[in-house]
């Protein structure tokens, strides 16, 4: 598997060239993407080696922080750019991407040569309930428009900020929790582990891929508006499925690895985990980073989003509950994420 992410590295310079020979949006989109996924892997992989050194505290800041560095540059360099929707479609498609795609994905995988697969009910029901949450804090900023007339942008911009600030509180909260006071819960599957590499290597290649990602991802959302011209697919599909599951790729992998080895406890870290932290933190630091933009972005999502993630949030609810899981319950996660997907790409 390694190896299949080293030989996508050759999509980095690649990109560059098809960019500089004026290549066509869809050519430039479907590069720049298969560039962006071994560079969000290496990005998880040297942040994961610096936490051996770093220790679990200091190394749940460093996983928040870069771990969904790939989701926060797209969505910074989007958010620049003016694509405002695409920025909330992708951070909707990686909260329903990551729970239903991914740990559907996971469970198929894992459950394929056992009945059942036993995790930690307490921390699965602790991380659902910080899903739940992030679902509050995404529906209120809606029903205040709803519900308080003809309300100034200023306003809803202040409610966004101040709802903002609460969620990356929240989120700091919960990595309180599951590193120090409570981490014996999610420590069923850890074992000791040796850095693989050196300090210095993980800082290096931590630099280096995110500066890489930095650049193609430049690429990449220079091509999304031309792409919509050109295919007539919207911003909110393109941003739903392609971006989110280009910048879930990595973890994609990670869940369905660490699954087949009957470590679902670890695959729910991962799936349910990232689902977290682009919805209590890379959604709102989005927001924060926009006010020095001329384009600000608020917390109000469309309608159908919200339902979206509302019901994705529900049925991994669910499914976790019991502390065991199933292929079935893999099938059916991985069925709902189609569906939503399929009316994404209808919806006008």
Not at 130 to 139: F, H, Q, R
Not at 163 to 188: D, N, Q, R, W
Not at 191 to 211: G, Q, Y
Request: proline fraction near 2%.
């Amino acid at each position: 598997m390694d190896n299949f992410f080293l030989s996508l590295l050759i999509f980095v310079p690649i990109a560059f060239i098809a960019k500089f020979f004026g290549a066509s949006s869809m050519v430039l989109f479907i590069i720049s993407a298969l560039a962006i996924i071994p560079l969000a892997k290496y990005i998880g992989e040297a942040t994961e080696e610096l936490t051996v050194y770093t220790g679990s505290a200091l190394g749940g800041l460093l996983n928040a922080t870069f771990g969904n560095a790939t989701e926060l540059i797209i969505g910074a360099l989007a958010l620049h750019a003016g694509l405002i929707e695409v920025v909330k479609a992708s951070i909707t498609g990686s909260i329903i991407g990551n729970i239903l795609l991914v740990l559907g994905t996971a469970m198929i995988a894992g459950g394929y040569n056992c009945k059942a697969q036993k995790f930690n009910a307490t921390a699965a029901k602790a991380a659902g309930s910080t899903l739940l949450l992030a679902v509050i804090a995404l529906i209120i900023p809606a029903i205040f428009i709803q519900t308080s007339g003809a309300a100034s942008s200023f306003l809803i911009g202040k409610l966004s900020v101040v709802v903002s600030v609460l969620m990356i509180l929240a989120y700091i909260a919960s990595l309180v929790f599951s590193l120090k006071t409570h981490k014996h819960l999610y420590e069923g599957d850890v074992a000791k582990v040796e850095a693989r590499w050196s300090k210095t290597k993980s800082i290096t290649i931590l630099v280096v891929a995110t500066v890489a990602v930095a650049l193609v991802s430049e690429i990449l959302v220079g091509s999304i508006e031309p792409l919509v011209a050109s295919f007539g697919w919207t911003e909110l599909f393109i941003g739903v499925v392609f971006v989110a599951i280009i910048g879930n790729a990595a973890e994609h992998t990670s869940a369905i690895t660490v699954a087949i080895k009957d470590k679902m406890d670890l695959a729910l870290q991962v799936s349910i985990g990232s689902a977290t932290q682009v919805a209590m933190f890379v959604a709102p630091v989005l927001v924060l980073i926009s006010l020095f933009f001329k384009t600000r972005m608020s917390l109000v999502f469309n309608t159908f989003e919200l339902v979206a993630i509302i019901f994705s949030v529900f049925i991994v609810n669910a499914i976790v509950e019991d502390g065991e899981s199933n292929w079935l319950e893999g099938v059916q996660l991985l069925v709902a994420y189609i569906i939503i997907a399929a009316a994404f790409y209808f919806h006008p």
